[in-house]
């Protein structure tokens, strides 16, 4: 026990000095100087000390909760109110249903018709199989289907787990309503069949959300309606719209227009109903959000194409989602056709209203000389595509009439020498010399064209050729008949 | 802000540096300190009873922590008070099963009367007397150096390590009677030949320079009895 040696007294205090030479203040127990005690009551340290360190600790802990709940809060707002996949459901209505990751339905938007079933979702997690069961059993209850149809279903998804989940259930819950399930994938990132339109845009109608990473809108799934005696749109035939087929009021050309994607481009075939007695099996459809352009791509792609896609019969519906909406089917105009067998190839149109992404910029000129993107078209090397001219009156939507195509042959012309001017003009504004062109190309027209950039070597027919030079002989710029340059 | 408010606020901050206005301001504020150990007690305190010393040190260590931020002073201090006696309370709880050697049996015989005493009372006056005197004799020393036990009490190491410094310090000091003589002569540490002689940073010794002072000053001639209460420090640390 250590000894305290008291050395002052004071009113409130004295000072003991231990035997390890400190000083100490305590309480004055009637201590005296000079006594020696051992179980003094000591003066505690610096409360300042303390109070500036509990301070600092009630702080940190403080912090340190706020993160916690934060961190809770973060992770139940990801896992259950951020849409990870869509289920959208055709029918006279578009039920589009966004699930979080658990799989539960967080939000149903809906394109119209019943609110029975919105009424429902006021925020509540369901999964989607009871969802998709109610919406069902309104539609029944609203005489919308009948035991037998089919019932479209579209899962945007990126988890195949969650897609084998969503379809099975919803395939159960078809089957106890007596109703067939139609589900269809568009998932790993895909693009739904709206997006992927290669028609010209139209006055595109705003979907009920706009499309996010992690969620989807919904969208139409336009199926194409094959017309008895035709075969079908297969795609990656580069289908593109005629001008003068269109069906709602399509907008101006774009200032570049591309070769539409024929990937794209099949699954934008209009799904159209037949007014078909036969009730075996009921497309129900809803033409909607972006049908117009699908229904124009494959109305006209079914036109122009030789024995190509079946005109979809037009559909009295869709009066309902044009604008303006006057009630009477657009019959898609007839091309005037030539005995030019250019006309036969697919024209190039406008391409394909996509769905383009905010910022994205408007595909640029593709030449087309050799057929970029037309594997099966007759390389025509005059086939070239001008950028949008506004001098030449078009009608909307008809794409710019290509040049008239001479009777070449389908092989590429032999390569002439690549003249060294072509790559060097000797004289400023001195064109390079030109090669020696088809005589149906030397038009006086042919030489009001705008002139392209040397970025791309033009093809002859695109050559600029100063009246002097007309009978030169047209370059290839081509270095070898069998390579086309590639995109 | 009353002007009795800001009286009392400027003497708590006076008594935070003078050890005399502390006392003052404790002996004005005795009647509060009072009602305050009443209260706890419900009772009157005597003026023997140890709750009141505890009270004062309570109303003293609340003069010595006080900022305007904590709100009133008196309301403060009576906070710090009842702080203070409960911890009293529960350290005395221990003691609860104990008799006073005071108590008186059926016959008025004060049982330490019948307990052998050992202690040698006389002796034991005779050597606190001497105490008395060598402390009061360095306390004026110190006083010359301009240093005060409270301040000693203040500027005393806490730590461990700093104390080792401290004592290696005053070790070195020991070792070299010169250094204790320039000390006395110049009335001043020699901070930087005890740095450089015991090793130590010099920051240190002078953080607790005026502990430095009153230990060298013991370690002089003449102070022989506190010398060897802290014998085990002069003999090289703990053992």
Same mark, same amino acid.
């Given at each position: ?67 916690? &709940? ?17 289920? &959208? &459901? ?33 925020? #509540? ?11 069902? +059993? ?130 934008? &075939? ?121 001098? #030449? ?79 030169? +002989? ?14 | 802000?009353? @002007? /009795? ?25 005795? @009647?509060?300190?009072? !009602? ?10 005597? @003026?023997?009873? /140890?709750?009141?010393?505890? !009270? ?27 702080? =203070?006696?409960? /911890? ?17 049996? $059926?016959?008025?015989? $004060? ?62 000091? =020991?070792?070299?009677? /010169?250094?204790?003589? $320039? ?6 540490? @020699? ?14 010794? $002078? ?27 002069? =003999?090289?640390?703990?053992?």
């Amino acid at each position: 026990m250590m000894k305290y040696l008291v050395m002052e007294c004071h009113t409130g205090y004295a000072v003991l000095m231990d035997e390890e030479s400190r000083f100490h203040k305590a309480a004055n127990l009637h201590y005296t100087v000079g006594q020696t005690v051992t179980d003094p009551v000591l003066l505690t340290e610096d409360r300042g000390i303390t109070v500036r360190r509990n301070t600092i600790m009630k702080i940190a802990a403080a912090a340190a909760c706020l993160l916690m &709940v934060s961190g809770l809060g973060i992770r139940y707002y990801l896992t259950h109110r951020t849409a990870e996949s869509v289920v &959208v &459901v055709i029918e006279e209505t578009q039920y589009e249903m966004q699930l979080n990751r658990s799989g539960d339905v967080i939000r149903v938007v809906s394109s119209g018709g019943s609110q029975a079933v919105l009424e429902e979702y006021n925020g #509540k997690p369901r999964s989607a199989a009871s969802a998709v069961n109610e919406i069902l +059993k309104i539609q029944k209850e609203e005489k919308e289907l009948e035991d037998g149809d089919t019932v479209e279903v579209i899962i945007k998804t990126d988890s195949e787990s969650t897609y084998e989940t969503c379809k099975s259930d919803l395939e159960q819950e078809a089957a106890k309503l007596h109703l067939n399930a139609d589900v269809q994938e568009r998932g790993r990132a895909g693009k739904l069949p709206h997006e992927t339109t290669t028609e010209t845009e139209t006055e595109r109608p705003v979907p009920a959300e706009p499309e996010k990473p992690g969620s989807a809108v919904g969208t139409v799934n336009a199926k194409e309606h094959v017309k008895p005696g035709e075969p079908p749109v297969t795609p990656g035939s580069g289908i593109v719209n005629p001008p003068g087929t269109d069906i709602a009021e399509p907008p101006a050309p774009p200032a570049g227009h591309t070769v539409p994607n024929p990937e794209l481009t099949a699954p934008n &075939v209009p799904h159209t109903m037949p007014e078909h007695p036969a009730k075996t099996e009921k497309r129900i459809t809803a033409p909607g959000w972006s049908d117009r352009e699908s229904i124009t791509t494959t109305t006209e792609a079914a036109q122009i194409r030789p024995g190509g896609p079946a005109e979809p019969p037009a559909d009295p519906k869709r009066n309902e989602f044009r604008p303006g909406g006057d009630g009477g089917i657009v019959p898609p105009a007839e091309e005037p056709r030539t005995e030019d067998p250019a006309d036969l190839l697919p024209r190039e149109e406008e391409p394909a209203p996509k769905h383009e992404e905010p910022g994205q910029k408007p595909e640029g000129p593709v030449w087309r000389g050799a057929g970029w993107n037309q594997p099966e078209a007759p390389v025509k090397p005059e086939d070239a595509e001008k950028p949008a001219e506004p001098e #030449k009156p078009e009608e909307p939507g008809q794409m710019p009439e290509c040049p008239e195509q001479p009777e070449a042959p389908a092989q590429m012309p032999e390569e002439p020498e690549k003249p060294e001017s072509l790559t060097l003009p000797e004289e400023p504004g001195q064109l390079p010399a030109a090669t020696e062109r088809p005589e149906d190309l030397n038009k006086p027209e042919d030489l009001n064209r705008i002139e392209e950039p040397a970025l791309f070597p033009a093809e002859p027919d695109e050559v600029r050729l100063l009246p002097e030079k007309a009978a030169e +002989k047209p370059h290839n710029f081509y270095m070898s008949e069998k390579e086309p340059p590639k995109p | 802000m009353s @002007p /009795d408010v800001q009286q009392l606020l400027s003497r708590v901050a006076a008594a935070k540096t003078d050890n005399n206005e502390a006392d003052a301001l404790i002996a004005d504020y005795m @009647p509060f300190i009072k !009602a305050e150990t009443a209260r706890f007690l419900n009772r009157q305190p005597e @003026p023997e009873d /140890d709750e009141l010393s505890i !009270a004062m040190l309570g109303f003293y260590e609340a003069i010595r922590s006080y900022s305007r931020l904590r709100g009133a002073f008196l309301k403060y201090a009576a906070t710090n008070i009842k702080h =203070r006696l409960i /911890d009293w309370y529960r350290r005395e709880k221990r003691n609860r099963g104990q008799i006073s050697l005071n108590t008186a049996d $059926e016959d008025q015989n $004060e049982l330490i009367d019948t307990v052998a005493d050992t202690h040698d009372e006389f002796e034991e006056r005779g050597v606190r007397d001497a105490t008395r005197q060598e402390i009061a004799e360095l306390a004026a020393q110190m006083e010359e150096f301009g240093v005060s036990m409270s301040d000693i009490a203040d500027n005393s190491p806490k730590q461990g390590r700093t104390l080792a410094a401290c004592q290696k310090t005053i070790q070195y000091a =020991r070792q070299h009677p /010169d250094v204790l003589t $320039e000390f006395l002569r110049t009335k001043r540490v @020699p901070l930087a030949k005890l740095a450089e002689g015991a090793g130590v940073e010099r920051k240190t010794l $002078e953080r607790h320079r005026q502990y430095l002072v009153a230990v060298l000053l013991i370690c002089t001639n003449g102070y022989e009895i506190l010398r060897g209460h802290i014998m085990q420090v002069l =003999r090289g640390g703990s053992q």
